[in-house]
């Protein structure tokens, strides 16, 4: 992910969209654009703020200092990272503090990714805030929203919200985890809320035999509503920040379950990342079945 955000100067003014060629495939042409974009444009901003999952590259930093743009903020999202990131992003990490001013982070551990020496000294931790209203549990709600999905009195519903990306949210674990899960509890549904392409997740759930058992919401802007869906928040991704999700679902009174390897975010003590994603599917499956029952939803 990276996302920019400037402030214009006057803010009065209409609020400009451009839209620039990402870096990959055609890195020549991409470059070239960018240059044109901040030669033509960087007067009108007085900051930069570049929101990043990894420090790829920097060229959006240099470009904005080239062009005069005074406050460059870099703000760090993840504290892990993917293979390709573990090549480039120790490399740019030692040169981040050249191009950028501020050095800004979701939450200690995505700091100390992000950043080292001065600039991990200067790095302003925002931890992630929600409005705890409109997450909080109602059973009317739960049991509406199971009767929309089709689910049978008694079910346990494991999920999580997120959007369907198996490169960083490792959904595919959660299929195979649920198919040991069934075993056991035999109703049961995993319940997948969040838009992307359901056919990678599809074919697995087949090739597994719970297909029939495997839910896809889509994108849904009642997030908070969502939550009251499910009996235990199921969240093993490969790298993250500081997931808001996991907030959001504490919030709502859902036992978490998560990886040992991914930042802490626990606020209540149904909160378990005990487990790495080594670790035997069937330890998962005991690890779900443990916290089932939660004590904030009562």
Same mark, same amino acid.
């Given at each position: 992910?990276?996302?920019?955000?400037?402030?214009? &100067?006057?803010?009065?003014?209409?609020?400009?969209?451009?839209?620039?060629?990402?870096?990959?495939?055609?890195?020549?042409?991409?470059?070239?654009?960018?240059?044109?974009?901040? /030669? @033509?444009?960087?007067?009108?901003?007085?900051?930069?703020?570049?929101?990043?999952?990894?420090?790829?590259? $920097?060229?959006?930093? &240099?470009?904005?200092?080239?062009?005069?743009?005074?406050?460059?903020?870099?703000?760090?999202?993840?504290?892990?990272?993917?293979?390709?990131?573990?090549?480039?992003?120790?490399?740019? /990490?030692?040169?981040?503090? =050249?191009?950028? +001013?501020?050095?800004?982070?979701?939450?200690?551990?995505?700091?100390? #990714?992000?950043? #080292?020496? =001065?600039?991990?000294?200067?790095?302003?931790?925002?931890? @992630?805030?929600?409005?705890?209203?409109?997450?909080?549990?109602?059973?009317?709600?739960?049991? =509406?929203?199971?009767?929309?999905?089709?689910?049978?009195?008694?079910?346990?519903?494991?999920?999580?919200?997120?959007?369907?990306?198996? &490169?960083?949210?490792?959904?595919?674990?959660?299929?195979?985890?649920?198919?040991?899960?069934?075993?056991?509890?035999?109703?049961?549904?995993?319940?997948?809320?969040?838009?992307?392409? +359901?056919?990678?997740? +599809?074919?697995?759930?087949?090739?597994?035999?719970?297909?029939?058992?495997?839910?896809?919401?889509?994108?849904?802007?009642?997030?908070?509503?969502?939550?009251? $869906?499910?009996?235990?928040?199921?969240?093993?991704?490969?790298?993250?920040?500081?997931?808001?999700?996991?907030?959001?679902?504490?919030?709502?009174?859902?036992?978490?379950? +998560?990886?040992?390897?991914?930042?802490?975010?626990?606020?209540?003590? @149904?909160?378990?990342?005990?487990?790495?994603?080594?670790?035997?599917?069937?330890?998962?499956?005991? &690890?779900?079945?443990?916290? /089932?029952?939660?004590?904030?939803?009562?």
């Amino acid at each position: 992910m990276l996302n920019l955000v400037i402030i214009l &100067k006057i803010v009065q003014k209409p609020i400009v969209v451009h839209r620039i060629p990402k870096l990959r495939p055609n890195i020549k042409l991409a470059l070239k654009e960018w240059d044109k974009f901040f /030669r @033509n444009n960087a007067h009108r901003y007085d900051i930069l703020w570049s929101n990043q999952n990894g420090l790829t590259h $920097l060229e959006f930093l &240099k470009l904005a200092k080239k062009y005069g743009i005074k406050k460059r903020i870099v703000h760090g999202h993840c504290a892990t990272a993917d293979k390709f990131y573990r090549l480039i992003h120790p490399v740019n /990490r030692l040169f981040v503090g =050249k191009y950028a +001013t501020d050095f800004w982070a979701c939450g200690v551990e995505a700091a100390n #990714h992000f950043y #080292h020496g =001065k600039e991990r000294k200067k790095a302003l931790v925002i931890n @992630n805030a929600i409005e705890v209203e409109q997450f909080l549990y109602n059973e009317e709600v739960r049991d =509406k929203l199971r009767e929309e999905y089709c689910i049978p009195e008694n079910c346990l519903v494991v999920g999580q919200v997120s959007r369907l990306y198996e &490169k960083q949210k490792n959904q595919s674990f959660c299929v195979k985890v649920f198919s040991e899960l069934v075993k056991k509890e035999p109703n049961s549904r995993l319940v997948f809320i969040g838009r992307g392409d +359901t056919t990678f997740l +599809t074919n697995l759930a087949k090739e597994y035999n719970v297909e029939d058992k495997v839910i896809f919401t889509g994108l849904k802007s009642n997030v908070g509503e969502m939550l009251n $869906l499910l009996d235990v928040f199921f969240f093993p991704s490969n790298f993250e920040g500081l997931p808001i999700v996991l907030v959001e679902a504490q919030a709502n009174g859902l036992p978490v379950v +998560t990886a040992s390897h991914l930042p802490d975010a626990s606020i209540l003590e @149904n909160y378990d990342n005990s487990l790495s994603l080594k670790d035997e599917w069937r330890l998962w499956v005991d &690890k779900i079945l443990s916290v /089932r029952n939660s004590l904030y939803r009562q």
